[in-house]
């Protein structure tokens, strides 16, 4: 007889909100997705995404063996050869030195999985070149609030939303891109609070704002420094907060003195009577939260946009309170615990970072060896920067597809072509993949244990359901194979995710008091959680902030990287669609999925789409300084004149062979946000089609 | 306390003569709160079925959606998913006679109330909680709860009255379950009048919208739909929308793909395909993450509906759906 149909209750793949559910297995399948109603984050509602989270997992093209690259082409091989291909690493890193082989992790990873990478880049490898799309999404907020704060996570959690009485939404999709958290939103706005929606679209959630400030992207700090001055002029600051618990408001007063809601108007593109009404509105409100997305970090001036955020927040006395804070969303599933992690090129695990001898030396105490690696490594794009020129010779990418997800992707292939050698590892031959000289193949989330971290810090656990697919292996183990077949076995003994996670408890302070045992609790616990008989500590910073008092840091506006001009006289956007994810690997494949979204399509306004002579529906071409690619015209008000939005899903035409390389300073985040681009039309469109056949 | 004694009973009876070879219930889940349906199918496995107070998705979908009909299967269930299993064997989605249906008494269900932490148990006229008795605060209850007026699984094989100890058996193949297990009919069925009352209260307040002028209706729906952000949820917990090719899906044409909020279409053409057979069970609504009360509309809908051709889903086999009944009398009502 065969097995009878089970429910295993795990966590969603998907966004950071953390989301639970529960997957039917039949005879060795995911037959389907349930949602789970004991779930406190998602209390039994999931999005479209997770309602169909099983759709990819056993699709034909899952990768099911090892893949070698045989004069240009990928052939099946066993473990066995394929591992000892891949140790190439360690010879190259042998010849040109640590610097010269570089790791990106994966956020859709598990915590275990990203502290053995991470480790296997630090131990096996030598090298602090670890990094993972954190920096392509929310490094900034890790970096800005970092200083602001003492810490760079979200403050309050996703069930608190539902207390404000004011919510500002700025550059956040949120009921697209963190749907169950969009639902806290509109509880708290039928229960009275009201709602600010700072962005550049007319976005779902827009629908349920009092107020709209839909302003250019890149004119964030000009928005944010304006609603500062508007409370700073109405003297609506909580002088009580300031007072006790941080420092240097004079400078911030000192720096807006002279700054006009005229020259914000300028800026933002949004009336000054708006930008006025709404900080009197968040200002005035008992609990006023903010909630941020890529629109706010995806830009040169990230930090500055984030450190904005925390001044707003902090002037108001927006923090430590059930319905307040600053919030930002993370985008993958397990981008917060890959930062916990330590997959980063300047933090070790917990946060300490690399260039304190003191934190090296715990370190290396804890896994027993006699020194860790010294100066910080690259970040994801600079790593690629450096293959381009030479530098760096070989990289292992685990699930990661930085062919689809970075910048400049015209550049990308150039640097990988320049890699002497390419590991990706990952659950399907994806764009990056192809260009790989060994293929590792993964188990999928459904397919192994471990912990995922979301953007409320709440680590939870995921449940083996089925078996991999072929020969695939979970990527703690295959790493970890990869460290013994390099002669780094000693430093990888785990048999199980648990074995990881109880080194992790022992490294990471922050997870100390956590167990497997405890997190059998449908709940999870949420980081810090000193000992074991901590509960989690939802809401950061109620007290005192974690580096003490907070501190206001001016920020002035800067221009983006890139404006309008002449010759590409619109300035494009990226962003997502609510039913494709990311680099589309996953989405792409599931049927329900892609059915909603199936092709690439540029918003333009009406008023752009005249004078480029452009219908609804016809195809044009997109052109920047670095790419074109082609897409369907959407002419639609959703964005406002002079402004285009794409996504950057479809590998057919990856908006991102259009973005452009320029890094915000302090957090390395390119600026995804703002490209300048002009578009032709390449077809008619259907109107002028049909008559034509007349 | 455990309230599970008798139903383990029949289940043990059924597996053990291999009348059966799995049992569908809920069992313990992760934690107090927690329940997880769960196939049995040896009898040691019986002391996980827990028939507490809650409800988190149709049993009669895991059926139709996941088992193979091959499999005799005895299921507990509550009057919803007996309901369910009735409407959808009368639209030839499942088999009746492959299942056993042993069924629990049902006076409200409850989601996460604070404080009730465990075992959870709604009485007509108390909750017990952990062994301790509170009382009857009913905006613990689900929504649809309140307003459901079906307390007792008679369309099932057996009914057996938690509350009471009133065991019933409602078919022969009932009267053979009672038997195998040893157990014979006994007590009588309450006194419901204080239940007809709650759920007459609670339909005239939910349903106070229905009363308003049209455009105040209007504009509330309108209101509701504009929050939806094309989850499919509602659909998709449905124990009735059994469609392998639903018309609502992206590629079929009818609701624009991609767009959110999707068409009223959406909803509309959702409501009608099950408004002659909704159960009111809550699902879709207990699934929207938009907290839509679509289970008080199709509800709504139904009872009108039910009301002219006399029709009220799942209490038995035989009377075909309503609008399989449509005749040219249907001009003179």
């Known amino acids: 007889m065969t097995l009878p149909v089970q429910f295993v209750p795990t966590i969603c793949p998907y966004c950071g909100t953390g989301c639970g559910l529960i997957l039917v297995t039949r005879g060795g399948n995911v037959i389907d997705t349930l949602s789970w109603r004991r779930h406190p984050v998602s209390d039994g509602r999931l999005c479209a995404k997770g309602w169909k989270a099983h759709e990819f997992i056993h699709h034909s093209e899952r990768l099911k063996a090892p893949l070698l690259n045989k004069q240009g082409s990928l052939q099946e091989v066993d473990w066995d050869t394929a591992l000892k291909a891949a140790a190439r690493i360690f010879k190259l890193r042998d010849r040109y030195g640590p610097s010269a082989v570089g790791i990106l992790s994966s956020a859709k990873c598990t915590n275990e999985e990203n502290y053995v990478i991470q480790k296997f880049a630090r131990v096996a490898l030598g090298t602090n070149n670890i990094d993972h799309c954190a920096r392509l999404c929310h490094a900034p907020s890790v970096a800005g609030l970092s200083a602001s704060f003492g810490s760079g996570a979200m403050t309050n959690s996703i069930d608190d939303l539902e207390q404000a009485t004011c919510i500002l939404v700025i550059g956040s999709d949120t009921t697209s891109q963190h749907p169950l958290i969009a639902r806290r939103i509109t509880r708290a706005k039928e229960r009275g609070a009201s709602l600010i929606v700072a962005d550049p679209r007319a976005i779902h959630i827009s629908h349920q704002a009092d107020i709209l400030l839909p302003l250019y992207p890149g004119s964030e700090v000009a928005l944010l420094n304006a609603l500062i001055k508007v409370i700073l002029d109405f003297s609506l600051e909580d002088l009580d907060f300031i007072a006790r618990r941080t420092e240097g408001i004079e400078s911030l007063k000192t720096s807006l003195a002279d700054y006009t809601l005229e020259e914000a108007e300028r800026a933002t593109g949004i009336p000054a009577e708006d930008i006025k009404r709404a900080a009197l509105l968040y200002a005035g409100a008992e609990r006023g939260a903010i909630v941020y997305a890529m629109g706010i970090t995806q830009h040169i001036t990230g930090t500055d946009n984030v450190t904005a955020v925390a001044n707003l927040a902090m002037l108001t006395g927006n923090l430590g309170k059930k319905g307040t804070g600053v919030n930002p969303l993370r985008g993958q599933n397990n981008v917060q615990g890959s930062c916990d992690m330590g997959a980063l090129p300047d933090t070790l695990p917990g946060y300490r970072a690399v260039n304190s001898e003191l934190n090296r030396k715990e370190l290396a105490e804890a896994w027993s060896v006699n020194m860790l690696p010294v100066a910080p490594g690259l970040t994801v794009v600079e790593m690629l920067e450096a293959a381009q020129r030479g530098e760096l010779k070989a990289l292992y990418v685990v699930g990661e597809n930085p062919m689809m997800s970075d910048p400049d992707l015209n550049h990308v292939a150039q640097a990988l072509e320049h890699l002497e050698l390419l590991i990706v590892q990952d659950i399907f031959l994806t764009e990056t993949a192809g260009y790989a000289d060994i293929v590792l193949p993964s188990a999928s989330w459904a397919e192994k244990d471990g912990t995922f971290t979301s953007t409320e810090r709440r680590v939870q656990r995921i449940r083996k359901a089925v078996m991999p697919p072929g020969i695939a292996m979970a990527d703690w183990a295959i790493t970890s194979q990869l460290a013994r077949t390099g002669g780094y076995g000693q430093y990888f003994p785990y048999e199980s995710a648990e074995d990881i996670f109880d080194e992790i408890r022992q490294v990471v302070p922050q997870y100390h008091g956590i167990t497997y045992e405890r997190l059998n609790d449908p709940c999870g616990l949420t980081w810090p959680c000193p000992s074991e008989n901590h509960p989690g500590t939802p809401m950061l910073h109620s007290e005192h902030f974690t580096r003490g008092n907070g501190q206001f840091y001016p920020v002035r506006p800067r221009l983006p990287a890139e404006t309008p001009d002449e010759a590409y006289p619109l300035l494009l956007t990226t962003g997502r669609v609510s039913t494709q994810w990311h680099s589309g690997s996953m989405t792409r494949r599931s049927p329900s999925l892609e059915a909603e979204f199936p092709a690439p399509f540029i918003e333009i306004n009406p008023h752009d789409a005249y004078w480029l002579g452009i219908t609804n529906q016809c195809r044009v071409k997109v052109i920047s300084r670095r790419g074109n690619v082609e897409a369907i015209a959407q002419i639609t008000d959703r964005v406002k004149p002079g402004v285009a939005f794409m996504p950057f899903h479809y590998a057919e035409s990856a908006a991102n062979r259009l973005t452009g390389t320029a890094l915000d300073p302090r957090s390395k985040i390119p600026e995804f946000k703002v490209t300048a681009v002009t578009i032709t039309p390449l077809t008619p469109g259907k109107l002028q089609e049909d008559h034509a056949t007349e | ?333």
């Open chain 2, 1 to 333: 306390m455990d309230y599970g004694v008798t139903i383990r009973q029949i289940g043990q009876a059924l597996l053990e003569r291999h009348i059966v070879s799995q049992v569908l219930a809920f069992t313990h889940g992760l934690d107090g709160k927690d329940v997880m349906p769960s196939l049995i199918t040896s009898p040691e496995e019986l002391a996980r079925i827990t028939i507490v107070s809650r409800q988190p998705l149709s049993l009669a979908k895991v059926i139709s959606r996941y088992v193979d009909p091959a499999v005799r299967l005895a299921v507990v269930v509550r009057p919803c998913d007996a309901r369910a299993i009735i409407e959808l064997a009368k639209r030839n989605q499942l088999d009746r006679d492959n299942y056993y249906l042993i069924g629990i008494t049902c006076y409200g269900t409850i989601d996460k109330a604070e404080g009730l932490t465990s075992e959870v148990y709604v009485f007509p006229d108390h909750i017990e909680a952990n062994g301790e008795n509170y009382d009857l605060n009913e905006s613990l209850l689900l929504p649809h709860c309140r307003r459901c007026g079906f307390a007792f699984p008679d369309m099932a094989d057996v009914t057996y009255d938690f509350a009471g100890g009133h065991l019933k058996a409602n078919t022969p193949r009932g009267q053979e379950m009672l038997s195998i297990s040893g157990l014979v009919e006994q007590g009588q069925k309450i006194d419901t009048t204080a239940l007809e009352e709650r759920t007459k209260r609670w339909r005239t307040n939910d349903f106070a919208i229905a009363g308003s002028s049209p455009q105040t209706r209007l504009d509330y729906w309108l209101h509701q739909f504009d929050k939806c952000i094309k989850c499919y949820g509602c659909r998709n917990s449905c124990p009735l929308c059994y469609c392998k090719d639903c018309y609502l899906d992206a590629d079929r044409g009818l609701v624009e793909p991609g767009k959110i909020p999707p068409s009223l279409l959406f909803h509309l053409t959702r409501i009608i395909h099950v408004a002659d057979s909704c159960l009111n069970c809550g699902q879709c609504e207990m699934a929207c993450p938009s907290d839509i009360p679509l289970s008080r509309l199709s509800q709504e809908l139904q009872l009108d509906l039910g009301s002219i051709f006399d029709y009220t889903p799942g209490t038995d086999i035989i009377s075909p759906p309503p609008l399989d009944t449509l005749g040219t009398k249907e001009g003179n009502k």
